[in-house]
């Protein structure tokens, strides 16, 4: 049950700041960008535990970035158990308070869940936190395995959470 998401304005937020780090969820909003771009979300022989879709989508938002004079880098969670931006273990924790300091901002692309967790980090630093991302509700799919070793979703949909109003498609 993934949550699907839509990009954010994040060049407007950022305008006036010199450098920002990254920090993605891989889960929910790696399966969105696979999904809309109609590739496999995990190809394990040629991209072992990394989704091509979402590194893609990541160059592209640093480029983009880069060219309006804000440098930025990743914080990159390469383990399972790291992909889950809302239930990050303590010392991954740590590690993105450790280098919070030497950033202008932050700019989390997840869910509020997501940005709460790094808002909570960032505490009363100043670091600003820019949330990358919102939910557009849940997504409704079947999920393929195919050769090599990949894992795709298909006939997706999005199911509005109770009190929104109902989406078709996947944008
Ligand atoms: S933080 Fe949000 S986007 Fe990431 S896995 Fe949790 S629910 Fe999904």
């Known amino acids: 049950m993934p949550i699907h998401l839509n990009d954010l304005d994040v060049a407007t937020e950022t305008e006036g700041l010199r450098s920002a780090l990254i920090i993605p969820c891989y889960m929910c909003p790696a399966i969105t960008v696979a999904t809309r771009e109609k590739k496999p979300f995990i190809q394990f022989i040629s991209n072992f535990l990394k989704s091509p879709p979402f590194e893609k989508y990541i160059k592209g938002l640093q480029s983009a970035l880069s060219e309006r004079g804000l440098e930025t880098k990743v914080f990159e969670s390469r383990f399972v158990h790291h992909w889950f931006l809302c239930m990050w273990p303590s010392g991954r924790r740590r590690k993105l308070m450790r280098q919070i300091d030497s950033y202008d901002a932050?700019?989390?692309?997840?869910?509020?869940?997501?940005?709460?967790?790094?808002?909570?980090?960032?505490?009363?630093?100043?670091?600003?936190?820019?949330?990358?991302?919102?939910?557009?509700?849940?997504?409704?799919?079947?999920?393929?395995?195919?050769?090599?070793?990949?894992?795709?979703?298909?006939?997706?949909?999005?199911?509005?959470?109770?009190?929104?109003?109902?989406?078709?498609?996947?944008?």
């Open 106 to 171: 932050t700019i989390v692309l997840g869910c509020d869940s997501a940005t709460e967790t790094v808002r909570e980090l960032v505490g009363a630093n100043s670091c600003k936190v820019i949330q990358g991302m919102e939910v557009v509700g849940f997504m409704n799919a079947k999920m393929k395995f195919s050769l090599p070793c990949n894992i795709s979703f298909e006939d997706c949909r999005i199911i509005p959470v109770s009190g929104q109003k109902a989406k078709r498609g996947v944008k």
